[in-house]
């Protein structure tokens, strides 16, 4: 298995650029989170932009009308889907809450339309703790790189959580996320400029 310090020397070294998630506030980081499914990060930062400059906070997005989130957010897609969500997210915020985002997983994931990842990201980059959300970047890196062997992202969370010291956790979605956009792409990764050729499965077995 690739060593973990060799893993973070490496994608440290393709980590530049802004966060993953551009807030540091706990509700915005989780609407956003909701936004960035299955969209761009350039789609998600224009919608957050748009929505957050209009409704900011549980209250007015409970109370907003479905439309006008609607239009607010329509560049991130799926915006019928992701406007009801968010209106849900929030109205349940202030009914199971008071209106503040909790931080801790089992509060988060009570809440309806929120899963494991959304969580974890509200954990790690709302409120600075140790998580390791897996999206789509997470869940192919670990498996071609053969740092867990799993179906799931709910599966690899568990074994990554495993494989990779509690310290390191918090940075490991940033990383990946950027590793997966600039080298280990979804098709044709770019293994002939990847540091961790010699220790990938991935590479050692499928790569042309
Ligand atoms: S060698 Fe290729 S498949 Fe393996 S981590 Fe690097 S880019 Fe991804």
Redesign the pocket.
């Known amino acids: 298995m690739v060593p973990i310090s060799l893993l973070l020397k490496e994608m440290r070294s393709h980590s530049e650029g802004a966060p993953v998630v551009g807030f540091s506030d706990p509700f915005k980081v989780l609407i956003s989170t909701v936004l960035s499914q299955r969209t761009k990060d350039a789609n998600t930062a224009k919608a957050s932009k748009q929505l957050f400059s209009k409704y900011s906070n549980p209250k007015e997005l409970a109370q907003a009308p479905l439309q006008s989130i609607e239009k607010l957010i329509k560049p991130a897609g799926f915006y019928h889907t992701k406007a009801k969500r968010i209106k849900k997210i929030s109205a349940s915020l202030i009914e199971k809450f008071g209106g503040s985002v909790p931080n801790n997983r089992e509060q988060l994931v009570s809440l309806a339309g929120i899963g494991p990842k959304t969580a974890g990201c509200v954990i790690v980059y709302g409120f600075q703790g140790a998580d390791l959300p897996v999206d789509t970047h997470v869940h192919r890196?670990s498996n071609?790189?053969g740092l867990v062997e799993t179906k799931t992202p709910e599966k690899t969370e568990l074994a990554l959580k495993k494989a990779i010291p509690r310290k390191h956790w918090a940075e490991i979605n940033h990383l990946m996320v950027r590793?997966g956009q600039k080298?280990?792409?979804p098709r044709n990764?770019?293994?002939t400029?990847?540091g961790?050729?010699r220790k990938?499965?991935?590479?050692k077995t499928s790569?042309p």
């Open positions: 890196i071609r790189l590793f080298i280990c792409l990764p770019r293994c400029e990847c961790l050729k990938c499965v991935y590479y790569a």
